[in-house]
């Protein structure tokens, strides 16, 4: 069976990008269907996939990481409304690939992300 990960990494501070809440949602029509959400740790990591089982399929994701309340957490001075609030990754999954790992390298002004291993 296949899974889906994330990593957060703060460009910003050097450091995990820790604490920040990321959903997940199935792209299927008009309204996006979230699937669940976790809580990055420590390392920057969710501590369980975002996806397996049976609910990993081929289709249209998107991971929404909520970037601009980890950094008002951290006390960093952003405008108001923040530039990144919530960072919006929309990717395809093809469920014979046994893993997909997205991380996101993030600051207050811009991020990145590369389909990882």
Not at 81 to 108: E, G, M, N, T, W
């Amino acid at each position: 069976m296949g899974r889906l990960t994330t990593h957060i990494l703060d460009a910003a501070h050097g450091c995990p990008g820790s604490a920040i809440r990321v959903e997940l949602y199935r792209i299927e029509g008009e309204q996006p269907t979230l699937l669940g959400h976790q809580l990055s740790n420590q390392d920057g990591r969710c501590d369980a996939p975002l996806l397996e089982g049976e609910d990993y399929r081929s289709g249209v994701y998107q991971l929404h990481f909520h970037v601009g309340d980890y950094y008002r957490a951290r006390q960093v001075a952003l405008a108001e409304p923040a530039f990144l609030d919530v960072v919006v990754l929309r990717f395809a999954i093809d469920a014979a690939q046994a893993h997909y790992h997205v991380p996101l390298l993030v600051s207050p002004y811009s991020y990145s992300t590369y389909r990882g291993s």
